[in-house]
């Protein structure tokens, strides 16, 4: 099927060609970086705007209390895209330098290993949503209403935790093999499914968050067959060729490959799990300042989750051809292409965040029954420092990218769990608490005395924003200067140079 032009695309070229006029980037990878980012992040914007709309409708319909528990609900649904995108995240790395290399026997093996390796750790995680929800979310708040819709909201919306996995998984083997546009159309439509079950079910049939929760698992359900169909027959009817085609029958227990994903994978599923499992404590600590604060950080989160969309593209893009440029043997290329999407990166997420600020207090109300319940002016003040963050987030992304693409995965694992546990999680704690409790250690007969804290409020939960990306940028960043990953993607180049 023919590809329509597309004003977002022109966009992305157009700052992108603004940098290659300063002499900051190549213009010819300015090109085939936009052709590989502009469909993941319209597949970004997509998906984060279905979230977005599905708390405004619940919001809407249901109140605060409801968004409040979808937000509950939110880390734990988070887990099937921690789990998936591990392993989608080595499914990348072995795919693209595969498909650089022309290796594509060993390409099927690594989608089949992929795909087992998926159902395999992402059904336990949807039997324990369905058996426990109401006990998972009593741990994060006392309020009753919240952890009733977020239980309801939680047993259903576990169903659709294997399909949001495999889901990753078949996007990233299309981008992996220079395709995002394909894989665009089947994720960006799931979304789009995801927006029209959901106002069904939460409007016309009055289902509430039960009828969000199904919508969002009906939805990865359809993008996951037409995943299969279009990679095992080559193409889906409506959406056109696919650029490789995988047999269903081959190995799917392949020791290598199964090695390699686990050690690419684990920790980028682990540095994945670090904002997921982050948002346990942030939201156990907002509960103390009110329900009002934990839906205004519910709000702008899905807020900052569209804004975040350009790393999305950029860094897939990066992995993807930094991936191909080392299993060609060109790691000296790899390099410029890795240099230059962290600029394009950076200079994209500053247009998102300024329009998104000068937009803010439109955008926040659209989430609320009226424009005066009082979670607005938090989420406003919120959504502000997200978009000072969210540059941030460009440096950190982009040098994720060839990191990720060499199999160079511990050091982003690493610098995300420092950012969010050891910076952004305590400034929220402080800004939450005017004194730390005295702690009595057991065994001991010691007791650690209360210790005042500074008065900072909601001061702290702003500055958690930033603090989450800075310390990511600026370690991420050195470890790509330092040119190691280079020597480490030798260990995951393919074996041979071409395969049937």
């Known amino acids: 099927m023919a590809r329509l032009p597309n004003p977002f695309r022109a966009l992305i070229l157009y700052i992108?060609?603004?940098?290659?006029?300063?002499?900051?980037?190549?213009?010819?990878?300015?090109?085939?970086?936009?052709?590989?980012?502009?469909?993941?992040?319209?597949?970004g914007i997509a998906r984060m705007s279905k979230n977005a709309v599905d708390v405004a409708m619940v919001g809407v319909a249901v109140g605060t209390s409801a968004v409040a528990g979808v937000g509950f609900a939110g880390p734990y649904w988070g887990l099937a895209f921690a789990l998936g995108g591990g392993v989608a995240g080595g499914t990348i790395a072995l795919v693209s330098q595969r498909f650089g290399a022309e290796a594509y026997g060993e390409l099927g093996d690594a989608v089949r290993a992929s795909v087992l390796l998926a159902i395999l750790i992402t059904?336990?995680?949807?039997?324990?949503?369905?058996?426990?929800?109401?006990?998972?979310?009593?741990v994060l708040s006392s309020n009753e209403a919240a952890i009733a819709f977020g239980a309801d909201y939680l047993r259903i919306v576990g169903l659709g935790v294997p399909f949001a996995a495999l889901n990753l998984v078949g996007s990233r083997v299309l981008v992996g093999c220079d395709d995002a546009y394909t894989a665009m159309q089947v994720r960006a439509g799931g979304a789009v499914a995801n927006i029209v079950l959901s106002a069904a079910f939460i409007f016309g049939l009055g289902w509430g968050v039960e009828g969000a929760a199904l919508g969002t698992v009906l939805s990865n359900v359809v993008a996951v067959a037409a995943f299969t169909i279009g990679l095992v027959r080559g193409r889906v009817p409506g959406i056109g060729e696919f650029p490789i085609s995988i047999s269903p029958f081959g190995s799917y227990v392949n020791p290598d490959m199964l090695r390699d994903l686990f050690e690419i994978g684990l920790p980028v599923g682990a540095r994945n799990l670090v904002w997921t499992v982050a948002e346990f404590p942030m939201l156990a600590i907002l509960d103390v300042?009110?329900?009002?604060?934990?839906?205004?950080?519910?709000?702008?989160?899905?807020?900052?989750?569209?804004?975040?969309?350009?790393?999305?593209?950029?860094?897939?893009?990066?992995?993807?051809?930094?991936?191909?440029?080392?299993?060609?043997?060109?790691?000296?290329?790899a390099e410029a292409y890795a240099r230059d999407i962290i600029r394009f990166s950076v200079a994209t997420y500053v247009v998102f965040a300024a329009l998104t600020a000068v937009f803010a207090?439109?955008?926040?109300?659209?989430?609320?029954e009226t424009p005066e319940n009082p979670e607005i002016p938090i989420a406003v003040n919120l959504v502000y420092a997200a978009c000072v963050a969210v540059v941030f987030q460009g440096i950190s992304g982009g040098a994720a990218g060839p990191l990720d693409a060499a199999g160079d995965t511990k050091i982003p694992f690493a610098s995300q769990f420092l950012g969010m546990f050891c910076v952004s999680i305590p400034l929220a704690y402080v800004g939450a608490r005017e004194?730390?409790?005295?702690?009595?250690?057991?065994?001991?007969?010691?007791?650690?005395?209360?210790?005042?804290?500074?008065?900072?409020?909601?001061?702290?939960?702003?500055?958690?924003?930033v603090a989450e990306t800075t310390i990511p940028a600026a370690i991420n960043y050195w470890r790509f200067r330092s040119g190691k990953w280079k020597a480490i993607s030798e260990a995951y180049r393919p074996d041979a140079p071409a395969d049937d």
């Open 435 to 465: 004194a730390t409790p005295a702690i009595d250690v057991p065994g001991l007969g010691v007791t650690i005395p209360e210790v005042a804290l500074p008065a900072i409020g909601l001061w702290g939960v702003y500055l958690a924003f």
């Open 16 to 43: 992108g060609f603004a940098l290659a006029r300063a002499g900051l980037i190549d213009r010819h990878r300015v090109v085939r970086t936009t052709d590989l980012a502009w469909p993941r992040i319209v597949t």
């Open 289 to 333: 300042f009110g329900e009002n604060t934990v839906a205004a950080f519910v709000i702008a989160r899905r807020i900052w989750g569209i804004m975040n969309t350009p790393g999305w593209g950029f860094g897939l893009a990066s992995s993807s051809l930094v991936g191909q440029e080392l299993g060609g043997e060109d790691p000296a290329e």
């Open 361 to 368: 207090t439109d955008i926040v109300t659209l989430f609320a």
């Open 123 to 138: 059904i336990p995680v949807s039997v324990a949503f369905w058996t426990f929800p109401t006990r998972l979310i009593d």
